[in-house]
């Protein structure tokens, strides 16, 4: 441990401060980056989720160093670990066409509640060092994740469109671009006016096949109204 911290360890007035000065920078920094994506779960409710977390394990340490209250330290902070994921399920949807958002927020709540609870408990080092790895992993670590989406081999599409004789273009478009067709589900359309047939394609890309280039062919069918990845 770094001997720079070692004065702030104990529960005084000084630490308390620090503490909550750190938890509120440490989920301001986390949900910051939520904030310029425009997620749910931004800057002001990363920062009270960490502070929150952070006076819990400093509720604990009060009252069995100083209260004597003999009891379990970790109870009120393992209660925070799991009451988190309430606040976590809020942000995760499903849209209309089965695609499941919100996921990197949620985790990122849970991520900022137990940094919280580690710089409450007076462990500095791992809640500034897990800080700087999260904003590592969705400022960095993201870039890399959609190059990799970007170069998949499979892929999953949901197409509406018009009419038998359109889904047979798609089918044709495939075969011309040397695609295999993993899996097709068709449906109807329930969220449009005008009940669209839908589809959706599983498929199997190759290298020439980007996934800008399959989009852009595939809305330039005649009768395709609209092509989204899932």
């Known amino acids: 441990?770094?001997?720079?911290?070692?004065?702030?360890?104990?529960?005084?007035?000084?630490?308390?401060?620090?503490?909550?000065?750190?938890?509120?920078?440490?989920?301001?920094?986390?949900?910051?980056?939520?904030?310029?994506?425009?997620?749910?779960?931004?800057?002001?409710?990363?920062?009270?989720?960490?502070?929150?977390?952070?006076?819990?394990?400093?509720?604990?340490?009060?009252?069995?160093?100083?209260?004597?209250?003999?009891?379990?330290?970790?109870?009120?902070?393992?209660?925070?670990v799991a009451g988190i994921g309430f606040i976590g399920a809020g942000t995760i949807i499903v849209t209309r066409k089965q695609r499941v958002k919100g996921l990197t927020t949620a985790a990122g709540l849970w991520a900022a509640a137990i940094v919280g609870l580690s710089l409450g408990g007076g462990f500095y080092e791992g809640g500034i060092l897990t800080t700087a790895l999260i904003l590592l992993a969705e400022l960095v670590f993201s870039k890399m994740e959609y190059r990799m989406m970007e170069n998949a081999p499979e892929i999953n599409l949901y197409v509406e469109y018009r009419d038998k004789e359109c889904l047979e273009e798609l089918l044709k478009l495939f075969r011309e671009l040397n695609l295999k067709v993993l899996g097709m589900e068709i449906t109807r359309s329930t969220g449009s006016e005008t009940h669209n047939a839908c589809a959706i394609f599983s498929l199997r890309l190759n290298k020439r096949c980007k996934v800008e280039s399959l989009l852009h062919r595939m809305n330039a069918v005649d009768g395709v109204f609209s092509v989204e990845e899932l």
């Open 1 to 80: 441990m770094l001997s720079l911290f070692d004065g702030l360890r104990d529960v005084t007035v000084l630490s308390v401060t620090v503490r909550m000065l750190l938890a509120t920078l440490c989920g301001g920094l986390i949900g910051m980056e939520r904030e310029f994506k425009r997620r749910p779960a931004g800057f002001r409710t990363h920062i009270l989720i960490c502070l929150g977390a952070a006076m819990t394990t400093l509720t604990s340490q009060y009252l069995y160093l100083h209260m004597h209250y003999y009891t379990d330290m970790a109870r009120l902070g393992a209660q925070v």
